[in-house]
Structures are given as C-alpha cells and as structure tokens.
C-alpha cells in the first residue's frame, strides 16, 4: 500500500511530530508498505500532488495546524482515507473549553474554571486558590502555568495571558495523574504518571525521561482503572473522535475520576504513552501500526 506520512509541521511540538512521524514511517516500511514523508508546513498543493498517488495517509502531527482540524479539512479534500479523527471531532477535542462543557453536559467530572483574559484574571474566584492557567488551544502542556501555591507568580501568569489573550483558567485538580489510551473504540490499559518529586508532567518532562510511567499502574486499584478505561471510551465517543486517542485524568483521593481532555493525535515516539500503553496490550510497534492501517481503511 502506498502510504505518505505527514509529520513535522510549524506548531511548538514540530520537533516531537518530527520524532514520531519518523518512528512511523520505519515501522511502516518494515511492514513492507510503499512510504513517502512530507513536511506538513510544505505547500498544500505539493501535498495535494503527492497524496493524489497514495492509498492512505497517516497525519502525525501534534498542536496548532496539525491537531485541531486544520490539516484534516485539507486531508478531506483529496477523497483518500486518513488515519485519525475527521476535522471537527479535531476541532472539538483541541479547544478545551468547548471540549469541557460537551462532557461535562453528558455527566463526566471535569475541573471547575471559566475563561479568563489579562483583564478578568485578578477578578476571578478561581485565583483565590491553587489553579491551573493554561491555552484554550495548544497542546502538551505548552504554555501551561500550575500555581499551587499562593500568591500566584502575578507577572507569569500575566505574560502567558498577554500571549493567548483568551485562557482558561480551572481549578487545580490533585491526585493520582493517569491516562487512557484508546484503539478503534476500546481502551487499552491505564497509565500512571508519576512526575518528579517536586516537579510538573509539563513539556519538558514529559520527554526528559524524568516522568516514571506506569503500566500497569501500581498505586490505582483495579476497579479504578476500569473506571477510567470506561470513561476514556466515553469521552472518546462523545467528542467523535476515530481511530485513536488519548484521554488525560486525575483520580482525586476520594475516587472521582476528573477528565482534563483528550488527545486525538498522540505521541507515537518510543518515549510516548500511547505505544507503551499498547505493548502491554500485546500490539508490538508493527502490529500497531497495522492495526492503524487496518482502523483508517474499513
């Protein structure tokens, strides 16, 4: 089958796109797959041109411009299959608060929070308490402030709203950080996030190495788990997503599972959840990918 992977793109996650489309495309190719890589910051013609002589494309970008609907409506214009969420499941997933209120409507605990802007932030409830400070649309905990301790860095959070102009700001949710990866419909097994003592699951821990990542998790009963797995599969339900996705919780100490949001294209380098979650499943790398193949063409 003759596959092109998009990876790259111009988001702040560029270089782990970059990362996990070139994972993609090795594992691919060894399944004997005819595979050609784009930069998806080429020009959409080039793109369109390329993807004219393909069977099937797998999009492997993360955050603004490959995440939230944008290249999947330029996808929906070539007439080919792709892997993953159509463009306004996308949209829908990587605009948080929109994300929030859909569940939230369906009966899934989210964080409490409001959308705030430099000039309503001081004004708001939620800054009366540890709170959470991060992009209506952006991915990997980029341009995420956790204060959980008060006063609150005033001039941090003050530049980050400056920057997006619209944020949400929520209340700080504590607990035990887990997440649910989902395959066609079904969730595969949970993972425990544990980040360093005294330090934030943000971007740079996230790919440092320093994050312990537990599956199967060892601090969350068994009944949790499957709580979180059910819920995983809801959200992914409710929000339309296909194919694939990641969806990021916190069991507080007194079992409530909180949904943070959902990730329609995850990380798929060897140091990503999603693939780690899935070999505990039994799928080695190739056989995910088959299963993608297999997800993206029936």
């Known amino acids: 089958m003759k596959i092109l992977v998009l990876g790259g793109g111009s988001s702040s996650e560029r270089e782990v796109s970059l990362r996990s489309s070139q994972s993609v495309k090795v594992g691919l190719v060894e399944l004997g797959h005819d595979v050609t890589f784009m930069d998806a910051r080429d020009d959409a013609a080039k793109i369109r041109q390329v993807a004219a ?3 099937l494309i797998f999009p492997i970008l993360h955050g603004v411009g490959g995440e939230d609907g944008t290249v999947q409506r330029l996808l929906d214009q070539f007439d080919k299959p792709y892997l993953g969420s159509n463009a306004v499941a996308s949209a829908l997933c990587f ?6 209120s859909v569940i939230a409507t369906a009966g899934v605990h989210v964080p409490a929070g409001e959308l705030v802007t430099a000039e309503s932030f001081a ?3 939620f800054t009366r308490q540890p709170f959470v400070l991060k992009p209506v649309a952006d991915g990997s905990t980029v341009g995420c402030y956790i204060a959980r301790q008060l006063p609150y860095d005033e001039a941090k959070a003050m530049e980050l709203l400056q920057h997006y102009g619209t944020m949400l700001l929520e209340e700080l949710v504590t ?3 887990l997440t649910v990866p989902i395959l066609g419909e079904k969730a595969l097994p949970v993972i425990e996030i ?7 699951f943000d971007y740079e821990n996230k790919y440092n190495g320093a994050t312990a990542e537990l599956c199967p998790p060892e601090h969350i009963a ?5 709580r979180a797995q059910r819920i995983a599969e809801k959200v992914h339900r409710l929000a339309g997503a296909s194919h694939l996705s990641r969806t990021d919780m916190i069991l507080r100490p007194n079992g409530e599972l909180v949904v943070l949001e959902i990730n329609t294209l995850p990380g798929m380098t060897h140091q990503s959840l999603y693939p780690k979650s899935a070999a505990v499943a039994g799928y080695s790398w190739t056989q995910l990918l088959d299963k993608f193949v297999e997800l993206a063409t029936t």
Not at 95 to 100: G, M, Q, S, T, V
Not at 222 to 226: H, L, S, V
Request: overall charge negative; glycine content about 8%; aromatic content about 0%.
């Open 194 to 200: 544990v980040p360093p003592q005294g330090k934030e």
């Open 123 to 125: 004004q708001s409830p």
């Open 95 to 100: 605009d948080k608060a929109r994300l929030i």
């Open 53 to 55: 002589d393909c069977d």
């Open 222 to 226: 068994a009944a949790d788990q499957e």
């Open 175 to 177: 607990g035990t950080e």
